[in-house]
């Protein structure tokens, strides 16, 4: 759940007012599982962060998180990259997924 709670609260652009019907779907979910995005925007996404706006060539959008030292990763990489779009041009560029417990 961390995952994708990290995955909705960065990598929507405003609010649950002022976002499209998807994006809004995804942060009404994860305020009902006692998440407040903008605390995890506040952690993950200081100023002059890393951005890949969606468009219609990539079909996709890109956030880079900077992680705490405390968390974690498989190469030790302080960043994580949360991407989302459209699902056959996503799962065509993973190597593995994640399941529900965290493993490859």
Not at 72 to 101: F, M, Q, W
Request: net charge neutral; aromatic share 8%.
């Amino acid at each position: 759940m961390k995952y994708l709670q990290q995955a909705v609260a960065c990598n929507t652009l405003d609010s649950i007012d002022n976002s499209g019907a998807t994006e809004k779907a995804m942060l009404k979910f994860i305020t009902r599982c006692n998440c407040d995005f903008e605390v995890l925007r506040t952690k993950y996404l200081p100023s002059g962060f890393l951005r890949f706006q969606f468009d219609s060539t990539r079909k996709r959008m890109s956030t880079v998180l900077n992680l705490d030292e405390s968390e974690e990763t498989e190469h030790n990489n302080p960043k994580r990259l949360h991407v989302k779009g459209a699902s056959e041009i996503i799962l065509e560029s993973c190597n593995y997924y994640l399941d529900a417990d965290g493993n490859k």
